[in-house]
């Protein structure tokens, strides 16, 4: 009796069929080749701009290549992923309109609906792609592109501090007359301990010094400190040289530089707000938008390529070219309105999260409304 083999079929391909796979692979490739295309020319107009200062600054090549340009590509690729999603849907879906290959998938019997699944699935891909990106990568080589910046750009960073007060834990309150945070040094230091709402220990040093070799964070140098410690009526000073101590506070705690929260993972920042949260700070805001701002721009991915794929989706007279105006418009004004958003949080006190999801909410009435319009 003759066996046949059983043929175990690939799960991939059961899901995917071949439009599915044809569509995945146009959108994908159109995304990076959009990508190379305009971050190749923003590069051209960056160095061109910037020769002059790399040339006066005495800016090394590997640095500027290796610290500046290497990072600067996928910080300004994640920046305007949504334009490139919108770009490459357009482009590719106009040109299989045109060569009435959309209408073929219709007349088939797949519907406009099932038609847009390779769209999400690449917008998935697209997505998840550039959330770890900018909340995991791209932060860390935002350290070496800001400082490559204030190195050989001239753009100053803040370094310094002045009157610096903040709560460093419950009913404890650090205040320095003066930071510097290059040498990660205070000067005129108080740390003041409180019970209910009485004055128990009074700490002064002239300087204090944060250790940034120790295995441990929150370790100071006190150096030239006192201590009053106050029981009733009674009063015991302690003073010494040097003394080593744990205070909950680091420099970036106490010095803030424009771009700062971009530097951050997104853990690093979830722990920052909730820090800063805890202390009562209230400077946390830029912070808290570059959180949510990270999730959002991802999931804005989906909403742009609903929107891109509804509406360039029917064979009209005029080829891509008005869908292809449509869709910058959209996506610039997208981008606009998430920047205005961003800034209107920060300066007026609006609520972060509502404020940047605020263009994504406006886009997905938009993504609805296109959808329904859609050829079915």
Known sequence: MKMHKLKIQNPVKLFLTRIDRYIISKFIGTYIYSIFLIISISIVFDFNENLAKFSNNHAPWKAIIFDYYANFIPYYASLFSP????IAVIFFTSKLAGNSEIIAMLASGTSFKR?????????AIIAGLNFYLSAFLIPKGNVIRQNFETQY???RKNTSATNVQLQVGPGVIAFMQSYDNLTKRGYGFTLDKFEDKKLVSHMTANVIQYDTISDSRYQWR????KIRTLKGLREHITTGTEMDTTIIMEPMDLVYSKGQQETFTSPE??????KQQERGSVNVVQYEVEYHKRIATSFASFILTIIGASLSSRKRKGGMG???GIGLGLSFSYIL???VSSTFAINASAPPFLAVWIPNILYALIAYYCYRQAPN
């Not at 006190?222 to 400190?225: G, K, L, T, V």
């Not at 920042?269 to 909730?274: A, E, F, P, Q, S």
């Open 269 to 274: 920042l979830k722990r920052y707000i909730n």
């Open 115 to 123: 038609l847009l699944r390779p769209y999400l699935i690449s917008a």
């Open 322 to 324: 008005l869908y292809l």
């Open 222 to 225: 006190a150096i030239n400190y």
């Open 83 to 86: 334009l490139f999603v919108f």
């Open 337 to 339: 309105l998430q920047t």
């Open 153 to 155: 750009k001239n753009k």
